[in-house]
């Protein structure tokens, strides 16, 4: 298999011509591991620099400017009370919201150095690596396996086209379940199985980051489980941003956690970043009081 749509050297106008990446490090950064102790001081490669980003959708300001980074093979968690933003913070980073009516963004999203709301730049290109999975699993009415296959053949990817949905399905951690059942339909799938086939579909073409917008939210709580074992499992390959109100699921999951609450500004209640830290600090000593209010439930 010879396409890799993770290398991030390639611009993102075109991903047939020369690289001009910047990868940007930072200073080592804590993460979940430093819970138990195997915290290393690396430095973090920085996939998003998200600065003063806000959104509108026609008079009603829903996001205040954010100013945030968000690191490779990470899960980042965004919570927050419904509303507050959440979903259009990270519909925002692969340009899902450009089709919304009245949309308009304000500030940056950079990604690997590369403006993503940039005039040359090209949404497909953008959607291959960023890609997104959403709240109830949308499966295409058709075979399992022309779901995982959907969108490798879109890019021609002709060769290989059964190694790479299995490789996807195995990632998913759906191949056991499924090999014998390719060509069933996905709606004959259970739920969370659909589920893991939607994420599956999200990385048959290898992107670089994967969003999931409460992916769990419309699951039982097996299924919910194999959908954060999922996540774990998969951050080694993509780096996740994960929209959840389950403040359990986010302490599970998340290295990173970004807070957002809705702040009276003007006359109008307007999401806004509260606090961005480690998931260890969010969880057990965050530093303003509304997220100490959220997280242990006293609101929202
Ligand atoms: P959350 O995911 O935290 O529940 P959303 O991002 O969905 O919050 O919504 C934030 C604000 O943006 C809300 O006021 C919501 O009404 C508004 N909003 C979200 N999507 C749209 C849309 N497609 N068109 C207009 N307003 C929207």
Redesign the pocket.
């Known amino acids: 298999m010879s396409f890799d749509a993770r290398d991030r050297s390639r611009d993102l106008a075109d991903v047939g011509i020369r690289p001009r990446v910047r990868i940007q490090t930072e200073p080592p950064h804590e993460s979940a591991n430093a819970r138990n102790g195997t915290q290393q001081a690396t430095a973090r490669e920085v996939v998003f620099d998200i600065r003063n980003m806000s959104v509108h ?1 026609g008079d ?1 300001r ?1 996001l205040d400017a954010t100013t945030l980074k968000i690191y490779r093979n990470l899960v980042t968690a965004v919570i ?1 009370p ?7 913070f990270i519909r925002s980073l692969n340009r899902m919201n450009d089709s ?1 009516p ?1 949309f308009r963004l304000g500030g940056q999203v950079l990604y690997h150095g590369h403006d993503v709301y940039g005039t040359a730049v090209n949404r497909v290109e953008v959607r291959r690596r960023i890609g997104i999975v959403f709240q109830r699993p949308n499966p295409f009415p058709k075979s399992i396996y022309d779901n995982v296959a959907w969108a490798p053949r879109n890019l021609g990817m002709k060769a290989d086209l059964d190694a790479w949905v299995k490789q996807a399905l195995r990632h998913a951690a759906l191949w056991d379940e499924v090999q014998d059942r390719l060509r069933d339909s996905a709606l004959s799938l259970s739920g969370g199985q659909q589920q893991r086939l939607c994420i599956a579909r999200a990385i048959a073409i290898e992107p670089d980051v994967l969003l999931l917008d409460e992916p769990a939210s419309a699951l039982d709580p097996v299924a919910t489980a194999s959908i954060e074992d999922l996540m774990r499992a998969l951050k080694s390959r993509y780096t996740i941003v994960v ?1 959840t109100h389950n403040m359990q699921q986010a302490a599970r999951v998340a290295d990173h956690v970004a807070f957002f609450s809705l702040d009276q500004i003007g006359s109008g209640r307007v ?1 806004t970043l509260i606090e961005y830290a480690d998931a260890e600090t969010i969880f057990r000593a965050p530093k303003d009081a509304r997220t100490r209010d959220y997280v242990t439930g006293q609101f929202g």
């Open positions: 959708y009603n829903a927050g419904s509303g507050c933003g959440k979903s259009t919304v009245g929209v999401g």
